[in-house]
């Protein structure tokens, strides 16, 4: 008897639990769960940095606790140009931060993804590969920076990335130089050697055939050695941070919807292959959480 009652509750109700289940499940799939979803979002170019008469730059708008609205998604066959050298060949200090996001990662050999830099074989002296820049390559996923050919800084260290995950990436150039992930130190090296080149700053490209392939967000571009204090509180900030030292920043990409550079300087850049996303931070940690 009792077997009976309760298959004739599961035939009357059953059908109402499994709807209430998929419709969870869907809900889940959509953020209704992820605090990201709830969470106020930058509309493109709310927050600038502006300057006054004497050149002082300050930020202007809405520039702290938000998250972008839009990243920038990679095809993995184009990449954003800047059209420009933003580095001079004699700089002996300069530092540049991402945010980063590997749909797919570097499985074979000698392939590599650029993430963002400046100057590419064959414009580097001996065949360098970069003259300054973020790179991910070979089958062991790692970061270096460095003037291959004009002396190599910290091409070694290694750091295996995973896919679906956001990374904050600051690599700083300068007597010591280093590269950062999530705020931590994990490889530096000591010396600059620059290379005499006339390319262009890419983002999410070497600009000699390697391309990124994934979201990114956030590109910062300073002529100063940050200090790894500064370098905490950039990735301390977020995803949608403000420039920590406005006075030496050279450019700043947003890439919230755009690919204007909200620096104050000029810096805009071209896209192909690239287009931006809102759908983007149900799997993104905010630093702390």
Not at 153 to 167: E, H, L, Q, R, V
């Amino acid at each position: 008897m009792k077997f009976q009652s309760a298959m004739e509750y599961l035939s009357t109700y059953g059908w109402a639990v499994l709807a209430i289940f998929i419709a969870l499940v869907a809900l889940y799939a959509f953020g209704a769960f992820n605090g990201n979803t709830y969470a106020p979002k930058a509309s493109p170019g709310s927050c600038t940095v502006s300057k006054n008469t004497f050149g002082t730059p300050t930020l202007s708008g809405v520039c702290t606790s938000q998250i972008p609205q839009f990243v920038a998604s990679f095809s993995g066959n184009g990449g954003i140009s800047v059209n420009t050298m933003l580095v001079a060949p004699t700089a002996t200090q300069f530092s540049e931060s991402s945010w980063v996001y590997f749909t797919k990662l570097p499985s074979v050999s000698g392939t590599g993804y650029g993430i963002a830099g400046e100057g590419v074989s064959p414009y580097c002296n001996t065949g360098g590969v970069y003259c300054f820049g973020i790179y991910l390559a070979s089958a062991s996923p790692y970061l270096f920076f460095g003037f291959d050919g004009c002396g190599n800084i910290n091409t070694g260290g290694s750091f295996t990335f995973a896919k679906n995950t956001w990374y904050n990436l600051i690599a700083t150039f300068g007597s010591t130089s280093t590269i950062y992930v999530n705020g931590k130190a994990y490889a530096s090296g000591t010396g600059v050697a620059m290379c005499n080149y006339n390319v262009n700053f890419n983002i999410g490209s070497d600009g000699g055939g390697d391309y990124f392939d994934g979201y990114m967000s956030n590109v910062q571009l300073y002529n100063t050695t940050l200090s790894a204090a500064s370098v905490q509180a950039l990735y301390n900030e977020g995803i949608g941070g403000a420039p920590i030292d406005l006075q030496d920043l050279v450019g700043w990409w947003p890439l919230n919807g755009d690919t204007k550079d909200y620096s104050g300087n000029g810096n805009s850049g071209s896209a192909s292959g690239v287009s931006f996303i809102s759908s983007w931070y149900n799997t993104y940690a905010p630093p702390g959480s």
